[in-house]
């Protein structure tokens, strides 16, 4: 049996309580499928959704009798301020989901969606949060789902074929595959007999860049009946930053950033002359022009969004201490450190200078030295004594401080398990589930491939071996031990900064504190850092 002879699906045996079918990992993840004992065998269990998933995409030769079932919501319930939102955002056409993590945002976009006159439904998000849709569909309105982002173009250009075309389609794809997709997305749209549909865009808050080829193929959605909007921080680093998300939400009305911001904000101009001759002037975006511009943009996302606070509608969430390591670099590393920090050059390239000096606080073995360096020693007697704890340990850098971190802990006997942007799907989800079922105690994670939507909420400690210089990106790492119900492991949390002294990361770890922009701050006054 094919897939329109794409890919070949052999259906191996029909039992009682499985489908056992014969194919390779791609359609595996698409389907949702788990190993099966031989080599390229995966099953589905045996149920009226399975069945149906697999008529879906099945040649139509496949006879096996399956039971038409209606979409009926699931059992599961929404908290009161859930439904609230639910019925605030099933009465419009665009909008957005602002709550903070940890406080349910899928389980109302997908209860939302529920209630919207549509059948279709295409969701962007990270890869790492497929297999999170995938499973939240399956449960809250029993419904197939399909993971794209895996299959050979071709094939995806076969989905969205159908999508287009025929009714009850649910796709997941990764917002990186789709930049690459869209623009064959949109030709089906126009040559199809339009299926109206919705679209859900998860961590929405990539769309700041705006005019990056990422967004882009986003706002090739524009046609789409319904849209979603989904990030609990949709302002990383300035109030403009929200124009990505109303351009995509309503792009007939946002159609200009600086019209946008000259509306709102004040603007500084400064004008120069290049050695050519030519005048030209910079903008730079400042604050609200005065309180009534400020409460005139308040009122335009509250009329198409929800913006829950964890601790108001969360109020059982565990207490949270925040605790600072200060550490002495060892001598080499030390010396090393400030050898360089002395001798920079005037036309040093901040940026890669900064990313050198955190590499050698980090791993000084990464530069050639052989000693493991202050914050691993740490660590490693840290995690000795807290064995009994479940502990996250998240870096920016996976090549040059988590993989060896690893291997270093492997060498000790420590039960450890890593995420990077390495680490394939299906490694990443049983690492996952040994340390939330706690046959592991210890998690690598890089802030970037970890820091989304994940559950790790058996973690009683996160220990930051340095900060991504996003605020937003720490805030969402340190949202992943968050519970997400009253009575789920209810101990007081524990968040550790390891800090060496008189380096960078005291600078960058005050800055971070204060939400200010590192990034402007280096490439403006890169000499903040070291004086």
Same mark, same amino acid.
């Given at each position: ?43 589905? #269990? +045996?149920?009226?959704?399975?069945? @149906? &998933? !697999? ?5 139509? *030769?496949?006879? %096996?009798?399956?039971?038409? #079932? +209606?979409?009926?919501?699931?059992? @599961? &319930? !929404? ?5 609230? *939102?639910?019925? %605030? ?443």
């Amino acid at each position: 049996m094919s897939v329109e002879n794409n890919f070949k699906i052999e259906i191996v045996e029909i039992s009682e309580t499985k489908i056992i079918f014969k194919s390779n990992n791609p359609w595996a993840i698409c389907l949702n499928a788990a190993n099966e004992e031989k080599a390229q065998h995966y099953f589905l #269990t +045996k149920n009226n959704l399975n069945l @149906l &998933k !697999l008529k879906k995409v099945l040649a139509k *030769d496949f006879s %096996f009798p399956i039971k038409e #079932t +209606k979409l009926q919501t699931s059992s @599961l &319930k !929404l908290r009161p301020y859930q439904i609230e *939102d639910v019925k %605030f955002l099933s009465r419009l056409k665009s909008m957005a989901i602002f709550n903070e993590m940890r406080t349910g945002k899928t389980p109302t976009a997908l209860v939302t969606y529920y209630h919207l006159p549509v059948n279709n439904l295409i969701i962007i998000s990270p890869s790492i949060l497929q297999q999170q849709w995938q499973n939240s569909i399956e449960k809250w309105l029993n419904k197939p789902a399909y993971i794209i982002s895996y299959l050979p173009s071709e094939t995806r250009k076969i989905f969205y074929q159908r999508f287009c075309q025929e009714k009850d389609w649910v796709i997941i794809i990764s917002k990186d595959i789709f930049k690459t997709d869209s623009s064959f997305f949109k030709i089906c749209r126009k040559k199809a007999n339009k299926q109206p549909y919705c679209t859900i865009v998860d961590e929405a808050h990539f769309l700041r860049n705006y005019q990056s080829q990422q967004s882009k193929s986003i706002y090739c959605l524009k046609d789409a009946n319904y849209k979603m909007a989904l990030t609990g921080t949709p302002t990383v680093n300035h109030y403009t930053d929200i124009f990505g998300i109303l351009k995509f939400l309503q792009p007939e009305k946002y159609t200009s950033y600086w019209k946008f911001a000259e509306h709102f904000f004040t603007i500084q101009k400064t004008e120069f002359t290049s050695r050519q001759g030519q005048t030209f002037i910079l903008k730079k975006v400042l604050s609200f022009k005065d309180e009534k511009t400020h409460q005139e943009l308040q009122t335009i996302l509250k009329q198409i969004s929800v913006s829950r606070k964890q601790k108001e509608v969360l109020p059982w969430l565990p207490a949270i201490i925040y605790s600072q390591e200060d550490l002495v670099m060892e001598e080499e590393q030390q010396a090393l450190y400030f050898r360089w920090v002395k001798k920079r050059e005037s036309n040093y390239y901040p940026l890669e200078f900064l990313a050198k000096l955190k590499t050698l606080t980090l791993y000084p073995p990464a530069l050639g030295i052989k000693t493991w360096g202050s914050k691993v020693n740490f660590l490693v007697e840290y995690c000795q004594e807290n064995e009994q704890n479940n502990i996250l340990i998240f870096s920016t850098r996976s090549e040059t401080f988590l993989e060896p971190l690893a291997k270093i802990f492997q060498e000790k006997k420590n039960k450890v398990g890593l995420i990077t942007g390495k680490i394939s799907f299906s490694e990443r989800k049983e690492f996952i589930q040994q340390f939330q079922e706690k046959k592991i105690s210890l998690l690598l994670c890089n802030i970037q491939s970890a820091g989304t939507g994940l559950n790790l909420s058996q973690a009683d400690t996160i220990i930051f071996a340095d900060r991504s210089y996003s605020p937003a990106d720490n805030e969402q790492a340190e949202a992943r031990f968050l519970p997400t119900n009253a009575s789920e492991n209810p101990k007081v949390r524990l968040v550790i900064d390891l800090v060496c002294k008189n380096t960078i990361d005291e600078k960058i770890l005050n800055l971070l504190k204060r939400k200010e922009n590192i990034t402007k701050i280096i490439q403006n006054d890169p000499d903040y850092f070291f004086r």
